[in-house]
């Protein structure tokens, strides 16, 4: 998705949002996403200059592939030397960049690596949708070869990375919470006319929640747990119970202390850093929380940047195989792209086997 940079770029961000109707559906689209960004625009602007004025989304993702490059020329030395690229959806450095770059590198295959964690035709979807329009644009002659690592949200590595930043919170409590303290693991919500349509993202962030809470019970951490949905914005119905009500909720019954974990993101960015640490913070507040932490983002956490390389070392080793699941379209309606994204997928699948 990305974030702007600064806060001339809050604006274009929220405009390609609001038009993208892989993300959010709206009557009258052309009309109503401009007049919804109009309305929101300087909000979100004050929002990002609480945290710093702009997001940190690319620092802490150049990072990540600075690293992970690092450790795939050690331990997939054969496939060396490698290149990250960065392509958001919605900001700069955007997918045409990334592929304009590699063209230019004369890069022969590539390996789209997600970084949402759990797949959603909103998320992953929309940037593998742009990323096709893009390369027939741009490469024509089909001189990349792509394949694709498109959910890993219950990766061993993965799941153990979470479970030591929310065990890290849970044992900074005081001794007389620790077992009580609701770990509230929370993420982007989707509209649920997605949901509806068999998008495969609640089930997929629900199974990441299951991993995380199995380790954590074999590190002795039996703290309750709830999974909630944070972001929803626009008229349309939401995935609930939303984060912030299950906040209140808590309070109102007597809870005191709570332990947030961001478990649909893996760096931080304006959902944490402004929605869940200062605008729920405020909420924890008045409904009487006294201990309201966060676990940490795992941003440049060596396991979560081992963890990125491991699943590209498997990717190479097991012969860059294509997701079954990314070629299986979802049982609602879907859009003519996304059905010409996989077919296109199924196309590189097709080219990458043909030359092993």
Same mark, same amino acid.
């Given at each position: 998705?990305?974030?702007?940079?600064?806060?001339?770029?809050?604006? &274009?961000? =929220?405009?390609?949002? @609001? +038009? #993208? *109707?892989?993300?959010?559906?709206?009557?009258?689209?052309?009309?109503?996403?401009? $007049?919804?960004?109009?309305?929101?625009?300087?909000?979100?602007?004050?929002?990002?200059?609480?945290?710093?004025?702009?997001?940190?989304?690319?620092?802490?993702?150049?990072?990540?592939?600075?690293?992970?490059?690092?450790?795939?020329?050690?331990?997939?030395?054969?496939?060396?030397?490698?290149?990250?690229?960065?392509?958001?959806?919605?900001?700069?450095?955007?997918?045409?960049?990334?592929?304009?770059?590699?063209?230019?590198?004369?890069?022969?295959?590539?390996?789209?690596?997600?970084?949402?964690?759990?797949?959603?035709?909103?998320?992953?979807?929309?940037?593998?949708?742009?990323?096709?329009?893009?390369?027939?644009?741009?490469?024509?002659?089909?001189?990349?070869?792509?394949?694709?690592?498109?959910?890993?949200?219950?990766? &061993?590595? =993965?799941?153990?990375? @979470? +479970? #030591? *930043?929310?065990?890290?919170?849970?044992?900074?409590?005081?001794?007389?919470?620790? $077992?009580?303290?609701?770990?509230?693991?929370?993420?982007?919500?989707?509209?649920?006319?997605?949901?509806?349509?068999?998008?495969?993202?609640?089930?997929?962030?629900?199974?990441?929640?299951?991993?995380?809470?199995?380790?954590?019970?074999?590190?002795?951490?039996?703290?309750?747990?709830?999974?909630?949905?944070?972001?929803?914005?626009?008229?349309?119905?939401?995935?609930?119970?939303?984060?912030?009500?299950?906040?209140?909720?808590?309070?109102?019954?007597?809870?005191?202390?709570?332990?947030?974990?961001?478990?649909?993101?893996?760096?931080?960015?304006?959902?944490?850093?402004?929605?869940?640490?200062?605008?729920?913070?405020?909420?924890?507040?008045?409904?009487?929380?006294?201990?309201?932490?966060?676990?940490?983002?795992?941003?440049?956490?060596?396991?979560?940047?081992?963890?990125?390389?491991?699943?590209?070392?498997?990717?190479?080793?097991?012969?860059?195989?294509?997701?079954?699941?990314?070629?299986?379209?979802?049982?609602?309606?879907?859009?003519?792209?996304?059905?010409?994204?996989?077919?296109?997928?199924?196309?590189?699948?097709?080219?990458?086997?043909?030359?092993?």
């Amino acid at each position: 998705m990305g974030g702007p940079r600064t806060q001339q770029d809050v604006e &274009p961000f =929220l405009s390609n949002i @609001f +038009a #993208d *109707r892989d993300i959010i559906k709206l009557p009258f689209q052309s009309i109503l996403g401009p $007049l919804i960004v109009r309305r929101r625009v300087e909000k979100v602007k004050q929002q990002y200059m609480k945290i710093g004025g702009g997001s940190p989304i690319e620092k802490w993702t150049r990072i990540q592939g600075q690293e992970m490059v690092k450790i795939l020329d050690r331990t997939s030395s054969g496939t060396g030397p490698h290149h990250y690229y960065v392509g958001f959806r919605y900001t700069m450095p955007d997918m045409r960049q990334a592929v304009e770059e590699m063209l230019n590198d004369g890069i022969d295959h590539v390996v789209a690596f997600t970084q949402y964690q759990q797949y959603s035709g909103t998320t992953t979807g929309s940037n593998l949708n742009e990323l096709c329009r893009i390369q027939k644009q741009l490469d024509p002659q089909a001189k990349l070869r792509w394949s694709f690592i498109d959910r890993w949200g219950t990766h &061993p590595k =993965l799941i153990s990375a @979470f +479970a #030591d *930043r929310v065990e890290a919170q849970v044992r900074k409590l005081p001794r007389n919470m620790q $077992l009580t303290t609701p770990v509230i693991f929370s993420a982007h919500s989707l509209p649920l006319n997605v949901v509806n349509r068999g998008d495969p993202y609640v089930a997929e962030v629900g199974g990441t929640v299951a991993y995380v809470v199995d380790e954590l019970r074999r590190r002795g951490i039996t703290n309750p747990y709830r999974l909630t949905w944070q972001s929803a914005v626009g008229p349309q119905r939401w995935m609930g119970p939303q984060t912030e009500f299950a906040i209140e909720s808590y309070g109102a019954h007597g809870y005191k202390s709570l332990v947030m974990v961001p478990i649909a993101f893996t760096s931080d960015h304006i959902e944490t850093l402004f929605e869940l640490d200062i605008e729920y913070g405020e909420v924890a507040e008045k409904a009487g929380i006294t201990h309201y932490l966060r676990a940490e983002a795992l941003n440049d956490h060596p396991p979560f940047v081992d963890t990125l390389a491991t699943i590209v070392k498997e990717h190479i080793d097991a012969g860059f195989p294509t997701s079954p699941q990314l070629l299986l379209a979802d049982p609602g309606e879907e859009s003519p792209q996304t059905a010409l994204t996989r077919e296109w997928i199924a196309a590189q699948a097709q080219r990458v086997a043909a030359r092993k």
